[in-house]
């Protein structure tokens, strides 16, 4: 397979699911602004840290090394034995929700029963939750081994993404209703939803296979390895033995990784609750501000990120620099590279600068005073920041995990464990001196010291090549200067129309923002022209039929 075709494949990885990603985004938007009117800081300080904290935690130690074990190596194996071992995170799911809602209910400060009522209860149905998630883990390998990975198939990635949103969504508007016409629950309302959440999600699995594994096309074509809902379920082989052994030995080794690597993926959550740096209204402020400013991270720059590692990882051969690969791949991975860098400077820059003058006005709309009144706007202001490393990073790492070798990543992954060990020692010292706003200072020193690791790589690795991808990161004088103007004429006009000025003038910093936003698109427009015809030319790609599935 060429490298554009490759390349066409990545452009329609990144796009498909998108549209529906950002309606479903934006639809469960609109439900949290509603919810947030009718809660107190506190509660959404104990719902989305405390609380969600318990549930990822029970989640990933019961199935994160399972997923890692049982989706390596090659495809062929008994999976009857692969199945018997995935339904052992069942009970292991108990036994962490056991032990980790005693630690959650003896260990940790307990809210103020009259502020947040039914802490208790909350703590047993979050940890119920996600064991009734744990319950889908073998339709959830069996999709990704068969169908998203082996066969393509660009339905069944839109239909786990349906089916998540979905969830979300209904999840939502249970919650929405119950906070409206039964306030006086408390956290009985999350939790139930909560609950709820992980019961639909797995029915939709298990509708889905229900009638996948019925289906006669499914039985003509034999795709999967097994034939009927049945066989899904714990039984012993032919063989007499219950796992594969050697399956069940990589999993206790990834186990052994997952504690770490939790730790670090929920750094600031574990300090916030271990520590107690924030109170819980502090916390209820900087998670939904945390989770507003990634947004975009995760509706943009993820897909994009997750679609051209796989493009990278294709075109580029591991263990081989750019001098003694193909010419012509090395070329197209280097002009993609510079684009791609381009467009996430590009996009970090305007949420940056736009984002400065407007993270008021935005959180106002969203959550109106609770989240605009306290310390809410200087934590987006410096997230807005935050989002420019993220999308940087986010190239550097696909493009540098795609093409390092076995021995440069084993390297890289010792590096990686002394920045996420620095961040938790940074994210406890900034929090301590500045507040809240310490989590995101922490989080762009980390981010900053793994985007030089990647360019060094991406240095090293062209060095000897007439190409160089790091020009992306050049802007011309003329763009540079339509960024500082915009961010100038904009901030001037936040200190005299909002927000304490009413609707009109608000209105007047919109149009006045969007006359600045309209003004910076078209010089980079005209200014980058190289960027310009590689979207053109992608989105063009990404709308031709498949026709490898």
């Known amino acids: 397979m060429g490298s554009q075709e490759v390349l066409g494949q990545a452009a329609r990885l990144a796009s498909s699911g998108l549209l529906l990603q950002v309606l479903f985004r934006l639809i469960t938007f609109v439900l949290n602004a509603f919810i947030l009117r009718f809660l107190s800081k506190e509660i959404v300080g104990i719902v989305n840290v ?197 399956e069940a030995k990589l999993t206790w080794s990834f186990f052994k990784q997952s504690f770490l690597k939790q730790i670090l993926t929920e750094g600031e959550r574990y300090v916030m609750t271990f520590l107690n740096v924030l109170n819980f209204g502090d916390q209820g402020v900087y998670d939904i501000v945390n989770n507003l400013g990634s947004l975009v991270a995760r509706l943009i720059f993820q897909p994009i990120e997750e679609s051209f590692y796989i493009f990278f990882a294709k075109v580029l051969e591991r263990e081989k620099d750019a001098s003694r690969q193909k010419q012509e791949d090395v070329a197209v991975a280097a002009a993609v ?3 791609l860098l381009k467009l996430a400077l590009l ?63 084993d390297r890289y992954n010792f590096t990686m464990l002394a920045l996420s060990s620095s961040f938790l020692l940074f994210s406890y010292l900034l929090t301590r001196w500045c507040g809240s706003v310490g989590f995101i200072l922490a989080n762009c020193f980390n981010m900053s010291m793994r985007i030089t690791q990647s360019l060094r790589f991406i240095h090293r690795y062209y060095r000897g090549s007439p190409h160089r991808p790091l020009a992306g990161l050049h802007l011309s004088p003329v763009l540079l200067g339509a960024f500082a103007l915009s961010g100038g004429i904009t901030s001037v006009s936040e200190v005299l129309l909002c927000c304490e000025r009413g609707w009109p003038a608000r209105l007047v910093h919109v149009a006045v923002g969007a006359f600045c936003l309209a003004v910076t698109l078209g010089t980079a427009f005209l200014t980058e022209t190289k960027l310009i015809h590689f979207l053109r030319t992608q989105f063009s790609v990404s709308r031709l039929p498949d026709k490898t599935t």
Not at 390 to 399: H, Y
Request: aromatic share 14%; glycine share 6%.
């Open 337 to 339: 590279l510079e684009s």
């Open 347 to 409: 996009a970090g820059l305007t949420i940056t600068v736009f984002g400065f003058a407007y993270s008021q006005l935005a959180l106002d709309i969203y959550g109106g005073a609770m989240l605009s009144a306290g310390s809410g706007p200087v934590l987006l202001r410096s997230y807005c920041l935050y989002v420019l490393l993220l999308a940087i990073n986010g190239v550097t790492e696909c493009f540098t995990f795609a093409a390092m070798s076995k021995e440069e990543v």
């Open 50 to 246: 405390r609380l969600m904290l318990l549930y990822s935690t029970t989640t990933f130690l019961a199935r994160e090394a399972f997923r890692r074990a049982c989706l390596s190596g090659a495809p062929r194996r008994d999976w009857k034995q692969t199945l018997n071992l995935l339904w052992l995170t069942v009970p292991l799911g108990v036994f962490w929700s056991m032990f980790l809602g005693w630690v959650w209910l003896q260990l940790l400060e307990v809210p103020n029963p009259n502020v947040v009522p039914h802490y208790g209860t909350g703590v047993v149905l979050f940890g119920l939750s996600a064991v009734v998630e744990l319950l889908g883990e073998p339709f959830w390998i069996l999709a990704q081994a068969h169908m998203f990975v082996k066969l393509k198939c660009t339905f069944t990635m839109s239909l786990q993404v349906v089916a998540e949103s979905l969830s979300v969504i209904l999840k939502s508007v249970l919650t929405a209703f119950l906070v409206l016409w039964l306030p006086h629950w408390g956290l009985y309302i999350f939790s139930l939803a909560q609950l709820f959440y992980t019961t639909f999600l797995v029915l939709c699995y298990i509708i889905y296979f229900t009638k996948l594994l019925g289906s006669p096309e499914s039985t003509k074509q034999q795709t999967l390895p097994v034939s009927r809902m049945t066989d899904l379920l714990p039984n012993i082989t032919g063989s007499g033995v219950f796992v594969n052994w050697s």
